[in-house]
């Protein structure tokens, strides 16, 4: 798919040859936020009173850790990060999960597929127990189909051995599927292995601005491709 200007306020898609919609979780569906204080913030505060650290040096401690296993499914793994880093980071996703959230228009723009009668595959790089803790808080396994973490695949989407793997576990006919995310390395992935419809999430934290893609069709919200909208 060839790079669009943006803004864009909306997009119409051939719903006929559409059958799969792929869905990112993180920054697409759910509001990164959450994330990004988690691991910017939150936990470089506790990681710093853990080894009496001032914050800024735990901060890059552990992003310096972040990027050692970057692209790896480490870089996801909360059992992973619980053991290195020791401090229980299961329990606190679930301290923290009021600031688990849909992201505006995401909502309706699953009603929306619903609508259609697409299935809806959500697949996430995410851990099974991150996974779980946002479900719980949004009931975002009501709206979907089905939601296949990267664990389940064993790569994680910026990978090019994940598509393919993707692809025999779900099904999907990769030309007629729509695949969304604000990660522009996954979606290089996947232009790459030839899905037919790829789109950028602009939009990814309600605390942030928007940051559009140059190589990929962006939108801010998704409800901005509902037919009417």
Known sequence: MPPYPFPRTSYRLEWDDIDDVLLDMDGTLLDRHFDNFFFE?????????LHGLPFEEAR????????????????????YWTKRV??????????????????PGARKFLQYLRQLGKRVTIVTNAHPTGVSVKVAKTGLDRYVDRIVDAFEVG????????WPACRELVGFDSKRSLYVDDD???????????????????????????APSA?????????SLVQGS
């Open 86 to 103: 020791g401090i229980d980071i299961v329990a606190m996703h679930k301290e923290l999960d009021h600031m688990i959230g849909f992201l």
């Open 41 to 49: 913030e939150e936990l470089p505060r506790r990681y710093a009173c």
């Open 155 to 162: 790569y994680l989407k910026m990978r090019p051995e994940y």
């Open 60 to 79: 890059d401690r552990l992003m310096a850790m972040y990027r050692s296993v970057e692209g790896e499914l480490a870089w996801t793994d909360l059992q």
């Open 215 to 223: 190589g990929f069709l962006s939108v801010e919200r998704l409800s």
């Open 184 to 210: 522009e390395r996954c979606l290089a992935a996947a232009r790459e292995f030839g899905l037919g419809w790829i789109i950028h999430s602009a939009k990814s934290s309600s605390q942030l601005p928007p």
